[in-house]
């Protein structure tokens, strides 16, 4: 009897032991994988945030290489244009007889001074938008409509809620701007299109930005799936990364397409930008 | 006519309690749709089969007949299902190789095993527990498990422990496989039919498990999702 007894206690104890056992190794494997799963998330996310701070030096640095392209084709090209125009003005004063070849030439020569100066201006602002930089994006963005209805049968409304007092940080005024630019472009491009509605909307929290089109439509996650996008739709939201923000592509029952960018507004930091104006010193004559 | 059953029940209760939890992972695969993914449908067949015996027995028990028989037949058939399961869960195809083999060669000594203690297969009056085959078994299935668990820390392919059905199960048979290695092997001299030895309440820790593993597989099933059942 006193055998039973024992066995049956060492039985217990030995059972006792087993759970034991494998209690602790559950919990083994659930910490670990809770542990590894944690460290996983940080590296990610440490991931993230290096890709990002990468794309938006890649993004800045476009910008300034544009702007020291724009200042330096005025500055230059457009100084010497300046003295070009100057000394055939002058040419022309000196060459005496008034119908001679030589001054239709000198005459000729000076139309297309003048016309490639207007045109190394034009090139100028396209680089850099000036008018974003001192005006806003309202004003920005109705100069580049005006511009692009002078030669086109298209229609472009613009309508925007917000004030020309409410200014964003510039980089985010920058990053609207280019969106808009980028979807206007595409549906004059692709959507055969004969009007295009672009809407801005500015609350205390976010910036909408709207470009609808009347045109063929399209469906962006049938694109993406396809990798047909284009370096302009990643380039799009590769921008809105950066500023944190989302797009949106609809298609409106009643046809065409709609493109709805949303980004969330920030308060705007005390120190001032740095000068962005290529344009400041001199205006070209 | 319900008196012997009865009788049963109020005399052991917890011997007869996991009888009838078996029916409630049943309903969850079903009422889940689990069986569409095949490790759970193996799991279906091991618990309607482990129900069936268990109610076979429970009757011949009712009856004061032997039913040791049937408690042996159920080993490799049980232990084939179950490991069954891992040939799909585990990753490693050497992991797979080895599980199956262990079936082909566990079904074989747990025959032997059986004939060796039962000479005479016929008189099922003196019928007795297998030695060896189900200590084999919890040994095997703990192996299985520990293999398993190597395997999703290693590949981390399931972010939330607490939402994987298999999990749950594995954890509910490591437990119950945990609890009764020891016990499994000593039953073989206590569980005789005719003047058994109790051996306290170690007897009764492993009916413990069973309903706490039954219970695991429940709730493991219940977190099971139709659309993830590939992953987990
Ligand atoms: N407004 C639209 N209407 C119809 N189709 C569009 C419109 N916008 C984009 N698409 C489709 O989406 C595709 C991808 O556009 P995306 O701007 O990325 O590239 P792209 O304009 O072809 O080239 P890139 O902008 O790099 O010069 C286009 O080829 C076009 O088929
Ligand atoms: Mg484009």
Redesign the interface.
Known sequence: MQN?EE??FA??L??LA??I???F??TF??L??KR??EA?KALNSIEKSHSKRLLDTALNSEETERRRIAQDLHDDIGTMLSLTKLSLNQLNKIVLEPDSKERSLIHKSQTLVEETILHVRRITRDLVPTTLERFGLSEAISEFINKLEDNNQLQITFHSTADDSMRQQPKVELTIYRIMQELVNNAIKHSKCSNIEIELEINSEFIFLKVADNGIGFNATQLKEDNLVGLGLLGIESRLAIINGIVRYVSPPAGGSLAIAQIPVAPISEKKPEPLYPFKRAKIS | MFDNYIGLCTRHPLQCLPVFITILPIIILLKRKAYISKPYLILLIFLIFKLAIDLIMFHLAAHRTNNLLFYNISIPVSYTLLAGMFIYKLDSPIFKKLVALSIVLFALFSIWDMMRVNPDMNDSHNHSMVPYASTIQCILM?LWI?LY?YE??VS?K??N?FNSTFFWIC?GF??YY??F???AP?LHYTEKWTNP?S????AN?SYI?EIFYLLAISVGLFNFEKQHYAKY
């Open positions: 039973i066995l049956k039985l217990l030995a059972t087993m759970l056992m494998a209690f190794v559950i494997v659930m670990y994988q590894k799963f996983e | 703990i520990l668990f999703i820390m981390m399931i972010p422990l954890c490591l437990l945990s609890s290695v020891f016990i000593v030895l051996i306290g309440f170690a820790i498990f």
